[in-house]
């Protein structure tokens, strides 16, 4: 729910009924202390069903500055709080030691916990986000029919179906800046795929994290998809919500999300 802290998201989940939420590790304090997240656990009676562990370029020296260390706190974290999921994204290419060791650390954290380590797709950092505004960027996917040039940030690529893992989560978001097929990536990721970050996105240069249905992902379809394949993993409303100008809109936006989730979900 960025960019609001770790109590807001709490607040608003209790408010608005939804099922738990994903903690987000980054440089806010509380979101770093598991004590401090079991209190608001219990204050908004609220569950977590999942962690993100601090692997964002802005959470690098969140829990250290060892990735492989991070991620076994992720883990730890999550099994104390009761959350069922630990969601990594791919290791960054500097990242040599971890990158090499990655899929072997994710294999023998799950061996030794109940926690499923979800990697997740990410996408290409597109040479297109420095040509102009995000509408722009968007057209110019649509045209071409794919990103364009650029560069991947990770190791050995932003689709985790490359490597191959036992669970995976599937973001909307990344899918479409990176131009990719969603259910072609959710097919791949098959059983695997056992958590969902719904959200959506116009193909722009730069990661987006619509209100689902209000771009250009095939949100319906996937969750319909989801459904009819037997899924029983989470689905996470993960949108960015900073141009909401007042905590009513903040609100419409996040009750919107949670409707097109349960409608679309429900078996």
Not at 186 to 193: C, I, Q, V, Y
Request: aromatic share 8%; net charge negative.
């Amino acid at each position: 729910m960025y960019p609001q802290n770790t109590e807001a998201a709490f607040e608003f989940a209790a408010e608005l009924g939804y099922d738990g939420i994903e903690l987000m590790v980054w440089a806010e304090s509380v979101s770093q202390d598991v004590k401090a997240v079991q209190a608001l656990v219990r204050k908004y009676a609220v569950p977590v069903q999942a962690v993100h562990a601090p692997c964002l370029l802005i959470s690098q020296r969140v829990w250290g500055a060892d990735p492989v260390a991070k991620l076994e706190k992720s883990v730890r974290a999550a099994e104390t709080l009761g959350a069922r999921t630990v969601v990594v994204h791919p290791p960054f290419r500097w990242q040599r030691r971890y990158a090499e060791g990655f899929a072997d650390q994710v294999r023998e954290l799950e061996g030794r916990s109940d926690v499923a380590v979800a990697v997740e797709n990410m996408f290409p950092m597109r040479a297109d986000r420095f040509w102009g505004r995000k509408a722009r960027s968007a057209e110019r996917l649509e045209k071409r029919g794919g990103p364009g040039p650029g560069l991947s940030a990770f190791a050995p690529s932003y689709d985790p179906t490359d490597t191959g893992h036992e669970h995976y989560t599937l973001d909307l978001s990344h899918t479409a800046t990176a131009g990719m097929d969603a259910i072609e990536l959710a097919n791949r990721m098959g059983r695997g795929l056992t958590h969902l970050h719904l959200a959506d996105g116009r193909g722009a240069s730069v990661d987006e994290h619509l209100i689902p249905g209000h771009g250009t992902q095939p949100c319906a379809q996937v969750c319909r998809h989801l459904v009819e394949t037997g899924f029983d993993g989470q689905a996470v409303l993960e949108i960015n919500t900073q141009n909401a100008r007042t905590r009513a809109e903040r609100a419409s936006m996040l009750a919107q999300s949670l409707s097109f989730a349960r409608e679309h979900l429900t078996r």
